[in-house]
Structures are given as C-alpha cells and as structure tokens.
C-alpha cells in the first residue's frame, strides 16, 4: 500500500513537501516514482529515484523539486521550491516492489503499485 500526503493549496514561488508511505508488502526494492495528473491531461512522470539513491526529474521540474528518502526508505519526499501554477495536478507515488532498479524509471508501466493521490494547486 502506498499513501501519499503534504499535498494543498500553495501560492507561486512556494514551497510543498509531498510524503509518500510504503507499508503492509514485502517491498524488495525501493525505487519510487513520483507522477502527476492535470485535468484533462495525461498522467506524465515528475521523477524518480532508484535503489541506490539516484534520482531523476523531468527537465520542467528540474532544480527545482527533489525526491528524497528516509533512511528505511519507506518513506519517500518530493520536495516541490518555487512552484508554478503549471504545477497545479494530481499527484500520485509508484512502487516496483521486487526487483532492483539502479537507475531511476519514469516510465508509468514499470511500476505495479500507486497511491490515491494528493492534490496540488497553485495559484
């Protein structure tokens, strides 16, 4: 089960940490995808981060969000700085599960588990 949280409502140029919680499965591997959803919009990635911590992020979000995790990696952040209204989507979390992955993956169909969501608006 994935939970996702910290989402709300945030002015341009602010700053959201998202939260996702991975709990209740046998998780072998700790690559996390972090994906978002506008209203009429296909579910893109934002970025992603791998087994041995390397990330990645879609150059729209780059130096500006970072994905980080906890050190029982069951926890991953996506810290959002200097958010713009085209950030304004759902969010949503992704696990693999088992496996390893050593580079970070932003393809949607690699990943077998989602959270709900948590919205993002900006304003």
């Known amino acids: 089960q994935l939970v996702e949280s910290g989402g709300g409502s945030v002015q341009a140029g602010g700053s959201l940490r998202l939260s996702c919680v991975v709990s209740?499965?046998?998780?072998?591997?700790?690559?996390i995808g972090w994906f978002r959803q506008a209203p009429g919009k296909e579910r893109e990635a934002v970025g992603g981060?791998?087994?041995?911590?390397?990330?990645r992020y879609i150059e729209s979000v780059q130096g500006r969000f970072t994905i980080s995790q906890d050190n029982s990696k069951m926890t991953t952040y996506l810290q959002m700085n200097t958010v713009k209204p085209e950030d304004t989507a759902m969010y949503y979390c992704?696990?693999?599960?088992?496996?390893?992955?050593?580079?970070?993956?932003?393809?949607?169909?690699?990943?077998?588990?989602w959270g709900q969501g948590t919205q993002v608006t900006v304003s």
């Open positions: 992704a696990a693999v599960g088992t496996g390893y992955c050593n580079s970070p993956v932003l393809r949607r169909s690699f990943y077998n588990y």
């Open positions: 209740g499965h046998a998780y072998t591997s700790h690559c």
């Open positions: 981060i791998d087994d041995e911590g390397g990330t």
